[in-house]
């Protein structure tokens, strides 16, 4: 049975000039102990999937698709439920910006406390917080501290730390090394990582696709609010089959062997006035007459990938 299933997901946000089609027929699945990497460029719909998940879209809604996690149906579930028992006991969020999230006039103690006390845990709770805060590599003084009294890699790890205060099984971290130095970056893979190790399944969402092929198994490359290719990360990397993601690696430079750094040119598709065909098509070295149709849906060795050149 798979950890989580996602399937057809849909969702849009209304604005005053109309809906955005942030996600269109989003899919793919994890198995127990697996973790995912969605990579893509800004506004592609990352964030909303991970939102999706735990049900906290604001100013937008779930229009079709089904969430399954441990076999169960969570779109379908009351918000009074989902809340109790899967909102951040099973299922938890690194907010993106996390570093401002967190209220700068209470003290790290405190906000942990608010935490606990929002999901029933009474204030006796310090083995808890401790527990979290050596797992984040953090001295138990910064407890007592103010954020501002912290550097941003400290931040960082105390929001990592909420996230994992009550021992979720699947944690979904959107862009959590944004605008840390290289060195604090890697502190923090490093302990996405040793959380695996334990057990944990992560969805790492990230522009940098060199982190995402470090900690997750499978990657799902994104754009238009598409899902246009899924699969392992040995396969996405070696041998990219959409024109994006092959895109998107020619624009990575490597230590290994020169090569050219490629672009892509355009701009990414207006998501409010969505039109039938493949959304890159006005930007892809490969398009053809058949690719103003929206493109098939190709299994490839260990996902797929909607492009027409696999037809």
Not at 119 to 130: P, Q
Not at 166 to 181: G, H, N, W
């Amino acid at each position: 049975m798979p950890k989580i299933e996602i399937s057809d997901l849909s969702v849009d946000y209304k604005t005053s000039h109309g809906n955005i089609h942030a996600l269109e027929n989003v899919e793919f699945q994890l198995e127990d102990g697996e973790s995912i990497g969605i990579a893509g460029e800004s506004a592609c719909g990352k964030s909303t999937l991970g939102l999706s998940i735990i049900r906290m879209i604001q100013g937008g809604n779930i229009v079709s698709g089904k969430i399954t996690f441990m076999g169960e149906s969570i779109l379908d579930m009351p918000e009074s439920k989902f809340d109790e028992s899967i909102r951040w006991k099973e299922i938890s969020m690194i907010f993106q910006g996390a570093m401002n999230s967190l209220d700068p006039v209470f003290t790290i103690q405190q906000q942990f406390d608010e935490v606990l006390k929002q999901h029933g845990f009474d204030s006796n709770a310090d083995k808890i917080i401790r527990d979290v805060i050596h797992a984040v590599n953090l001295d138990y003084s910064v407890l007592e501290k103010y954020p501002h009294e912290l550097s941003g890699g400290m931040k960082q790890r105390i929001v990592i730390a909420m996230a994992l205060l009550l021992k979720p099984k699947f944690v979904i971290a959107d862009e959590p090394t944004t605008a840390l130095d290289v060195l604090v970056q890697a502190t923090i893979i490093n302990l996405l990582k040793n959380l695996k190790k334990k057990g944990m399944s992560l969805m790492l969402i990230s522009h940098d696709l060199a982190i995402l092929s470090e900690v997750a198994e499978k990657i799902g490359i994104m754009y238009g609010g598409k899902m246009v290719e899924f699969g392992t990360s040995s396969e996405i990397f070696r041998n990219p089959k959409h024109p994006y993601t092959q895109g998107l690696l020619n624009s990575i430079p490597t230590l290994r062997k020169e090569k050219k750094l490629k672009f892509i040119p355009g701009s990414p598709p207006d998501l409010s006035a969505t039109k039938p065909g493949c959304r890159f098509f006005d930007r892809c070295p490969e398009a053809m007459d058949k690719c103003k149709t929206d493109p098939p849906k190709i299994k490839t060795d260990s996902g797929y990938v909607l492009c027409w050149l696999y037809e």
